[in-house]
């Protein structure tokens, strides 16, 4: 055994020797080469984690220093990558269009009209794709058309939408039946990413809640069932956006506490053209500008009008900085209509886009047309294939290109600073040092871009994992770990302590008085609602070793402003289904005489329609089974989450573990038993997905249907005399993937 070990011992010795000899062969100081195998050896040991290593992974680094791919992992392979893809569109637009390009919006009126008597016939807006018109740009033209003389407006607005095709989505959005704002269409004249702010409002003294749109106009038919209710555990409400005809539909369900602050929700709209023309006829009424006729869509007669005003956008590499840190689709997908109608011709189409970006990947960076597949510019769903060494030769194409490099890295999330990286390696070495692209899809998670490492070496990188099992958590730890791994090469810990030490696991069980005294003090933090407490609740949350404490703190992250979806990925990510988490939280939320913490949370994110949120609830149903305290609260919730969120809860029942649906189907029966409401809004939404074209979705319901009415049975006979019935067993479904619920990623 020993001899065996020492035979071993001098193979790897031999090998090491042979990359010594071999990197200083290709000037590689004998110094950098052993870095180099410290750092090979760390990446190769976070990807034969059970993390990566079950999945479909495709890595490649390359230095930027001499060229060298120092390590590679299935680097041909073609994946899914999601937001990654934004790297392509952003190279190819900065490339086609240049770093200093404007858009243009403009404002026409008649011909015979005149600055002097301020009275125009029609007021036309033609659009050229801006992305960046909000609110308050919209307010400051409105004002410059104001000292431009126009002061009334006799006909109709007239939006010109004919630099875009009328396609409003590109292939891979329709695979998503969603009115999320990371869904919102292109459209030659937006506004607002083409999304519109629900504010729902408590009631004073008892009233019912108020519900508003910004920007208000008579472009929106607002709906309002919110009610009052008890306490702040009743926050469970739905917003849902939808078209209808030429104006916006939003409608609002659910229940509101009187003394809950001003919560805020952005939601797509349908008709980017309607919206923007409506918002302008409000905005220009008030500024006391008279509008007599109505927003109409059309062209603007050439020759026949006379130029008012041109308002154009911020220079590119600025909004190509919002594309690239949000992780915006909206400026994505528009970007890629721009440069077709730029390059191809107006009107501006996918594609054309497409067409144009296959054409730069081809003839400047190397990438031959037909070796990956891109079919929007987003990244959005289960449309694109790309492979790492695809995306390093395309980094390393933006690097070189010394004019535009400045503005394309800069477009990046810094680690541990901004953008979509924000929270991300926090404590590392790549802090600071690593810009880099996310990618976040159902069962996909990516990371590309550009690192210095401690020792001064420039490396570029591109991380696609696909089809990995369980949760997102783990999956993002090790993809960070790394990009740790290379950014620690050359510090003294080097890059195997460093990848420890963001990785050590949460698993010290605290003594119960200890836990519970820190868990009073993260709830009580909590409970402000205070955004300056994030940047102190996150750096706890990351050190904090004891899993059910970590989860009340990701709790009290989300509280501190549940509009920010990563306070959310945090609460649902550290609330774990199990004894250890779940189980610990619920024996001390007895002993303190307080809810469970973490579930109201839950609850309200699922009653919102988050699909991931209402999985997290179904798995915490399964785990209340003997305890009547918890089932009696699960019940309720689940009877509350169906009312604001059926469609998304039938979805999410059909694609869930047979155990987990089951026994939420049991606990929702008794909640649809004791709200005694005939005119449950869950009823309407079964019987019209047992008529859906969606594969399984009818039969499912059908079924569904006969389980819950014999359970209803069972839930509404007398205890004693109730007869065992038998419950029709529910198929094993398979959920489609989607994008996860939130902008961008």
């Known amino acids: 055994m020993l001899t065996g070990s020492k035979s071993l011992l001098a193979a790897l010795v031999a090998v090491f020797s042979l990359s010594l000899s071999g990197a200083a062969r290709a000037g590689v100081s004998p110094a950098k080469a052993a870095e180099r195998e410290q750092l090979r050896k760390a990446l190769s040991e976070v990807l034969e984690r059970p993390t990566l290593k079950n999945a479909r992974v495709s890595f490649e680094l390359r230095s930027l220093d001499d060229g060298e791919v120092v390590f590679s992992h299935h680097p041909d392979d073609l994946l899914n990558p999601a937001s990654n893809a934004k790297l392509f569109t952003a190279a190819v637009a900065l490339v086609k269009l240049g770093p200093e390009y404007r858009f243009e919006t403009e404002f026409l009126a008649d011909s015979d009209y005149s600055a002097t008597q301020g009275k125009a016939k029609v007021l036309y807006v033609r659009g050229k794709g801006d992305p960046s018109i909000t609110t308050e740009r919209l307010y400051n033209i409105v004002s410059e058309l104001w000292h431009s003389g126009v002061r009334e407006v006799n006909g109709d607005i007239v939006v010109d939408d004919s630099w875009f095709d009328g ?55 607002v709906e309002n069932n919110l009610s009052v209710g008890p306490g702040r555990r009743y926050r469970r409400f739905n917003v849902s956006s939808e078209a209808s005809g030429d104006k916006q539909k939003i409608v609002v369900k659910g229940t509101l506490p009187a003394d809950s602050s001003t919560v805020s929700v952005w939601k797509k709209i349908d008709n980017p053209p309607m919206y923007f023309g409506q918002t302008l006829k409000q905005m220009l009424q008030d500024r006391g500008i008279k509008v007599k006729g109505k927003v109409k869509l059309g062209l603007v007669p050439q020759g026949q009008a006379k130029m008012v005003y041109v308002a154009q956008s911020e220079t590119f590499d600025l909004i190509l900085k919002r594309m690239n840190k949000i992780s915006s689709n909206f400026i994505a997908e528009t970007l890629i209509k721009t440069v077709g109608a730029e390059g191809r ?13 296959e054409d730069f990947l081809e003839k400047d960076v190397g ?100 089809d990995y099992s369980g949760r997102a958590a783990p999956v993002v730890q090790s993809i960070d770990a790394l990009g740790v791994a290379v950014a620690a090469s050359g510090s003294a810990q080097g890059p195997g302590t460093a ?39 996150r750096t706890a949350w990351r050190s904090e070793k004891d899993p059910a404490v970590r989860a009340v703190v990701a709790e009290s992250i989300y509280r501190s402003n549940p509009q920010d979806y990563l306070g959310a990925r945090a609460l649902l990510d550290s609330l774990a289904a199990n004894d250890e988490v779940y189980g610990r939280l619920r024996k001390v939320a007895r002993e303190m005489a307080i809810d469970v913490p973490g579930v109201n949370s839950v609850v309200e994110l699922a009653a919102e329609g988050n699909t991931e949120a209402l999985g997290r609830l179904l798995e915490l149903t399964r785990l209340a089974a003997g305890d009547e305290g918890t089932e009696r609260e699960l019940s309720v919730a689940l009877s509350e989450v169906a009312r604001t969120a059926p469609d998304e809860l039938l979805r999410v029942l059909k694609g869930a573990a047979p155990a987990d649906r089951d026994t939420a189907v049991a606990l929702m029966a008794r909640g649809l038993v004791q709200s005694a409401d005939a005119e449950h809004p869950f009823w309407p939404a079964l019987r019209k997905a047992q008529g859906a074209v969606e594969p399984g979705m009818a039969a499912f319901a059908r079924q569904l249907d006969s389980s819950l009415s014999v359970r209803i049975a069972q839930e509404k006979a007398p205890k004693a005399a109730a007869a065992p019935a038998v419950v029709p067993t529910l198929p094993v479904q398979h959920p489609a993937a989607t994008a996860e619920t939130r902008p961008g990623g």
């Open 167 to 221: 396609e409003r989505t590109p292939p891979g959005f329709d695979q998503e039946d969603s009115d999320r704002a990371y869904m919102a269409p292109t459209g030659a004249v937006s506004l607002n990413w083409n999304a519109v702010g629900i504010y729902l409002r408590a009631g004073e003294g008892g009233k019912k809640p108020q519900v508003e749109v910004d920007p208000a106009s008579d472009f929106f038919v």
């Open 345 to 357: 011709g107006a009107p501006g189409s996918f594609a054309k886009g497409i067409d144009v970006a």
């Open 367 to 466: 990438i031959p047309r037909g070796t990956y597949v891109m079919k929007n510019g987003s990244g959005l769903n289960d449309v694109n294939r790309f492979s790492a060494s695809q995306v390093t030769k395309l980094l390393r194409y933006m690097f070189d290109r010394f004019p535009l490099q400045p503005e394309y890295l800069s477009s990046m999330g810094i680690a541990g600073k901004d953008g979509t990286l924000r929270y991300r390696f926090e404590g590392s070495d790549a802090v600071g040092r690593l810009r880099a692209k996310t990618g976040t899809l159902e069962n996909v998670s990516a990371l590309s871009g550009y690192v210095q490492s401690v020792g001064g070496e420039k490396f570029i990188f591109s991380t696609m994992v696909n």
């Open 499 to 537: 990848v420890a030490a963001l990785t050590q696991q949460a698993g010290v069980v605290s003594p119960v008085e200890e836990a519970k005294a820190r868990i009073k003090t993260y709830l009580a933090l909590g409970k402000q609602g205070d955004t300056r407490n994030i940047s102190f609740l």
